[in-house]
């Protein structure tokens, strides 16, 4: 009935380009790379009856239930709560067999990080949870090992956890952050959105970034916004002074009023200074000859 259901969902997704969100559930998105302007609509009827039933639902603010179980990489039974309560968390919604988009999701997340100077396991964790009840816990470790060739970087600090689980668990964890997806049974496949949830450490659903690729800055300010500001450099909150968070397609944008109201007080902050600098100089100059 649901035939090629992830070539329709990849198809989306490209023609989409980062939100692809928006593409699959039949709405708004942004279309080419970083900084591209382009707006673009699909109404919902004119994609495939399967793909209109595909998206993410932003659930900003919502509690994920911390105490579904799972088994990690290793094959140890654990609870969304062992990863809770330090750190902000980076999911992943995906599943391993997946034949084109997980990958590229996953490729995209270890290249990112990559990039950054917060690392997972120290500033952060990185939770991948598969959609697919019927996957392994082998399956599990050869996405860890294709996901961390991308990143490239010492992982003995952990911070990365692949996990499978029950179907009850997983439709919990889905439903909590509005992540909808259609099975083709027949051909044991999944057509989902492409795109990476951040929480809080408290578990709350704090930012959505969509697609398969993700700006390195975008992925830096929605850790340090879920973190509560807590971890970053001085120059990360001036940039998220100058950004904000656009969840209508899942991306920061440059905060005009902010950088106007800040090139305002950089001007008056100026002008004082000449003026003081001035009235100095005049103070020192000597007075006209023959003065007394």
Same mark, same amino acid.
């Given at each position: 009935m649901i035939r090629s259901l992830s070539l329709l969902t990849f198809s989306a997704v490209l023609l989409a380009g980062s939100p692809a969100v928006h593409a699959v559930a039949g709405g708004t998105w942004t279309g080419g790379g970083p900084g591209t302007q382009q707006s673009h609509t699909v109404p919902a009827s004119q994609m495939p009856a399967p793909l209109q039933r595909v998206g993410y639902d932003q659930r900003l603010g919502n509690q994920v239930p911390l105490g579904l179980a799972f088994h990690d990489q290793t094959g140890k039974p654990v609870h969304l709560s062992d990863f809770f309560g330090r750190r902000p968390v980076l999911l992943v919604l995906a599943y391993y067999h997946c034949p084109m988009l997980c990958d590229m999701? %996953?490729? $995209?997340?270890?290249?990112?990080? /990559?990039?950054?100077? &917060?690392?997972?396991? !120290?500033?952060? +964790?990185?939770?991948?949870?598969?959609?697919?009840?019927?996957?392994?816990?082998?399956?599990?470790?050869?996405?860890?090992?294709?996901?961390?060739?991308?990143?490239?970087?010492?992982?003995?600090?952990?911070?990365?956890?692949?996990?499978?689980?029950?179907?009850?668990?997983?439709?919990?964890?889905?439903?909590?952050?509005?992540?909808?997806?259609?099975?083709?049974?027949?051909?044991?496949?999944?057509?989902?959105?492409?795109?990476?949830?951040?929480?809080?450490?408290?578990?709350?659903?704090?930012?959505? %970034?969509? $697609?398969?690729?993700?700006?390195? /800055?975008?992925?830096? &300010?929605?850790?340090? !916004?879920?973190? +509560?500001?807590?971890?970053?450099?001085?120059?990360?909150?001036?940039?998220?002074?100058?950004?904000?968070?656009?969840?209508?397609?899942?991306?920061y944008g440059a905060a005009v009023l902010n950088i106007v109201r800040g090139g305002a007080i950089l001007t008056v902050c100026g002008i004082v200074l000449m003026i003081l600098l001035l009235r100095r100089r005049e103070t020192h100059e000597p007075g006209p000859l023959g003065a007394a």
């Amino acid at each position: 009935m649901i035939r090629s259901l992830s070539l329709l969902t990849f198809s989306a997704v490209l023609l989409a380009g980062s939100p692809a969100v928006h593409a699959v559930a039949g709405g708004t998105w942004t279309g080419g790379g970083p900084g591209t302007q382009q707006s673009h609509t699909v109404p919902a009827s004119q994609m495939p009856a399967p793909l209109q039933r595909v998206g993410y639902d932003q659930r900003l603010g919502n509690q994920v239930p911390l105490g579904l179980a799972f088994h990690d990489q290793t094959g140890k039974p654990v609870h969304l709560s062992d990863f809770f309560g330090r750190r902000p968390v980076l999911l992943v919604l995906a599943y391993y067999h997946c034949p084109m988009l997980c990958d590229m999701v %996953l490729s $995209g997340v270890g290249g990112n990080l /990559r990039t950054l100077t &917060l690392k997972p396991g !120290e500033q952060f +964790d990185v939770v991948v949870a598969s959609i697919d009840p019927k996957e392994t816990t082998e399956q599990a470790r050869a996405a860890e090992r294709r996901t961390l060739d991308h990143y490239g970087k010492d992982t003995s600090g952990t911070g990365w956890h692949f996990l499978t689980g029950p179907q009850e668990s997983i439709d919990a964890l889905t439903e909590s952050v509005g992540f909808r997806y259609v099975h083709d049974a027949e051909r044991n496949q999944y057509a989902h959105a492409a795109g990476i949830v951040f929480l809080t450490p408290e578990g709350r659903v704090s930012r959505y %970034l969509y $697609g398969i690729e993700f700006s390195p /800055r975008d992925v830096r &300010l929605a850790l340090i !916004e879920s973190a +509560d500001h807590k971890i970053g450099s001085l120059a990360d909150q001036v940039l998220l002074y100058c950004f904000h968070y656009d969840p209508k397609v899942g991306r920061y944008g440059a905060a005009v009023l902010n950088i106007v109201r800040g090139g305002a007080i950089l001007t008056v902050c100026g002008i004082v200074l000449m003026i003081l600098l001035l009235r100095r100089r005049e103070t020192h100059e000597p007075g006209p000859l023959g003065a007394a």
